[in-house]
């Protein structure tokens, strides 16, 4: 079991961007469509929004709000899929035999988004990308609260997918629209994760297990339970 405190948060989805469209959203939750809305990153300097997938738009959007106004943080980033829309676009390149885009592709590899954000930051703290599977946000939150007991007095954690390309549709089918959240970690009591056995079931979400917490956190749910596979991940709020 690992406790922690979550500070703040911030999350974005299609037309879902502030904190009162998300607790409209909690009180009366809604499927979430794709489409192709970008969240508004116009704090960035415009040469660098145009190097920016929709993806990273995302993390930025999420990101800066609770980064801004702080000391440099530890970062860890949690993505199943990462740069799938660039990483296409490279192997419809190299199947037409069109010569390859040396930025396409420094920013579609699964770090890319963290580089920017420390370059962008001046943040030279330590920062994590992981590649985890639907459960990525536990992870996330492990791989996080393991640096605030090395001593960080704060640590950022952020999860996001993009709309993967159609022709990925027979065997990608957790992401059904694109999200991005931010949570800002401190040592504490406030919640416990736990994580136990259970019997495999078919994966059939609505939301993903991030869009949940904020359901959750937003209608200050004391429990909250994601499975995945055999791992069943039990979050508690113990006062």
Not at 49 to 57: I, N, Q
Not at 64 to 87: I, K, Q
Not at 168 to 189: C, E, R, T
């Amino acid at each position: 079991m690992i406790q922690f405190e979550i500070d703040q948060w911030q999350a974005w989805a299609p037309g879902l961007a502030s904190t009162d469209d998300w607790a409209k959203w909690a009180r009366d939750p809604r499927a979430l469509e794709n489409d192709d809305v970008q969240p508004d990153v116009s704090f960035l300097p415009a040469m660098q929004r145009r190097r920016l997938s929709r993806l990273a738009r995302m993390v930025f959007a999420v990101a800066t709000p609770l980064a801004t106004g702080r000391p440099p943080m530890p970062l860890v980033y949690a993505s199943r899929h990462g740069e799938t829309a660039r990483t296409f676009a490279i192997l419809n390149d190299l199947a037409s035999e069109e010569p390859l885009s040396p930025t396409q592709f420094s920013l579609s590899v699964h770090n890319a988004i963290i580089g920017l954000w420390s370059i962008h930051q001046h943040n030279t703290c330590e920062m994590t990308a992981l590649a985890a599977e639907g459960d990525g946000l536990e992870h996330a939150v492990l791989e996080a609260t393991l640096l605030l007991g090395e001593g960080a007095p704060e640590v950022l954690v952020v999860i996001a997918e993009d709309q993967p390309p159609a022709v990925y549709a027979p065997w990608i089918n957790d992401v059904s629209f694109p999200y991005a959240v931010a949570l800002l970690l401190k040592p504490g009591q406030a919640w416990q994760l736990s994580l136990g056995a259970a019997e495999p079931t078919p994966i059939c979400t609505v939301h993903p297990h991030a869009i949940n917490l904020v359901r959750a956190l937003l209608n200050n749910q004391p429990t909250l339970q994601h499975q995945w596979g055999s791992r069943q991940w039990n979050w508690q709020q113990p006062h």
